[in-house]
């Protein structure tokens, strides 16, 4: 799958973001080793520590199926700065693809691809 698709299917998630405390919508795609694709966006609670961040929710929507294989994730928003992954989405991240691709988009459609590695160059594994 193209970056482009990719980012298009995250642009969909985005559009299921559950924001009403902070209006900042995000959308992920995750591509696992077969060419699934598993859409993730941001949902937030009253009580700000129980949000879950698309990038979380698409990972783990994939691994309650039993996928543990990834090769990119798509990450949008409605920002007009590129949104990278929090810090605990970069460790979920190493977790399941660390030699894996982030590509990030704004609604300025300004792209930027990372590795996970980049993002986490030393990643907490036992």
Request: charged share 20%; with cysteine; proline share 4%.
């Amino acid at each position: 799958m193209t970056d482009k698709a990719l980012i298009e299917q995250a642009k969909k998630a985005m559009e299921n973001a559950y924001v009403p405390y902070s209006h900042f919508k995000v959308g992920a795609a995750l591509l696992d080793k077969n060419g699934t694709v598993f859409r993730g966006c941001n949902i937030e609670n009253a009580s700000y520590g129980a949000t879950c961040c698309a990038e979380r929710t698409a990972i783990f929507k994939a691994v309650s199926e039993g996928i543990r294989e990834f090769e990119k994730i798509a990450i949008v928003s409605n920002s007009n700065q590129l949104t990278p992954p929090c810090g605990i989405c970069r460790q979920v991240l190493w977790e399941f693809m660390p030699d894996g691709i982030v590509i990030l988009q704004n609604d300025s459609e300004e792209i930027k691809t990372y590795t996970v590695r980049e993002l986490l160059p030393v990643g907490f594994t036992l």
